[in-house]
Structure formats: structure tokens, C-alpha cells
């Protein structure tokens, strides 16, 4: 006779507080991101989205329904995707497999100093601060690790698997004469 699920088995239908909450900040990050207050999530969706429910899904305090989610995803001109934690144990989903996938990313600082708008600032005061944390103050050229892909994509709002190819298109990437 097969086993009836109980709570603790995979596949049951309880709701995993660690997970809502997880899913909470991704959501919160993300408005944060686009620089909206719940308020304004309320009036940009002409009310779908109370402030209120916003604010229990960012908390975790209420599970947002798949359906819910794409629209919200949409409001926010994000993949839906995105919405969601990533899942630790999947390498496709690990910052370093992702960014492993191209060269290895060298910064061009000179040619950042040059450019312009809210990401330009964004991105100078990261590299200012990865600097000051290594000791690194040569001015010229940073060596983006790794760990800090995932910063950069969400400052020029780009998928990591996208990074490289944005920071090509800036100009910012550090080509060495061979």
C-alpha cells in the first residue's frame, strides 16, 4: 500500500514559510530595484496590487499565486523568472557557473569615468567600493569576480547570463593588446 504524503514530504501541499519569505525579498528587491514605493505598485496597477498585500507577499506572509506573480512581473517589466530565488543547488542557477561562461571580466574604469546616467553612478560607486575592499587602486582596470556578476545585472538591469554582453555594448570591457 503506497505511503500517504505527510507534511515534511516533497511534493506535499503545505506552504514553506522559509520559501515565501525568500520569495518575499526577491519581490522586495525588485521594487526597490525599479524605485517604488507600495504605494505606487497600488496606483501603477490601478489597484490589482493593494500596498497592503504587496507588503504581506514582500514579508512572506502570504503566498503570491503563479498568475499574480506573471502580472506583477509585468508591472515591474522584469522575466518572471527573476521574481522567484534562485534555486542553490542548481549550477545554472550559481552566479559563478553563469559568469564562468565568458572571458573573464575586466572592467575598463577609464572609459566608465567617461560615461553618463543613473547606471554610470551605480556601477562607479560599486567598483569604487570593490576597490576599497581589495586595496586595488591602479585606476585603470577592475577584475569583476564572480560573486559580483549578480550586482552588476541587477544595476543594469540585464539576466546574468546577459552582463557581458551589456558591459561590451557600454564599452566597458577591458580589451589587452595580444
Known amino acids: 500500500m503506497p505511503k500517504k504524503p505527510t507534511l515534511g514530504d516533497e511534493g506535499s501541499d503545505r506552504e514553506d514559510p522559509a520559501y515565501n519569505r525568500q520569495v518575499g525579498d526577491r519581490l522586495r528587491a525588485i521594487r526597490r530595484q525599479k524605485k517604488l514605493s507600495l504605494q505606487e505598485v497600488e496606483s501603477l496597477s490601478s489597484g490589482e496590487f493593494k500596498a497592503s ?103 543594469l538591469d540585464v539576466p546574468l547570463e546577459d552582463v557581458h554582453q551589456r558591459l561590451a555594448d557600454l564599452g566597458l570591457l577591458y580589451h589587452t593588446s595580444k
Open 53 to 155: 498585500v504587496v507588503g504581506a507577499y514582500e514579508r512572506g506572509e502570504r503566498t503570491i499565486s503563479l498568475p499574480r506573480l506573471h502580472r506583477l512581473a509585468a508591472l515591474y517589466a522584469v522575466p518572471a523568472g527573476h521574481m522567484l530565488p534562485l534555486d542553490e543547488s542548481s549550477p545554472e542557477h550559481d552566479p559563478d557557473h553563469i559568469a564562468s561562461k565568458p572571458r573573464k571580466i575586466v572592467i575598463d574604469l577609464v572609459r566608465l569615468s567617461q560615461l553618463n546616467g543613473p547606471a554610470q553612478k551605480m556601477l562607479t560607486r560599486f567598483l569604487t567600493m570593490i576597490q576599497v575592499q581589495r586595496g586595488d587602486f591602479n585606476g585603470k582596470v577592475l577584475t569583476v569576480r564572480a560573486h559580483d556578476i549578480r550586482a552588476i545585472a541587477a544595476m
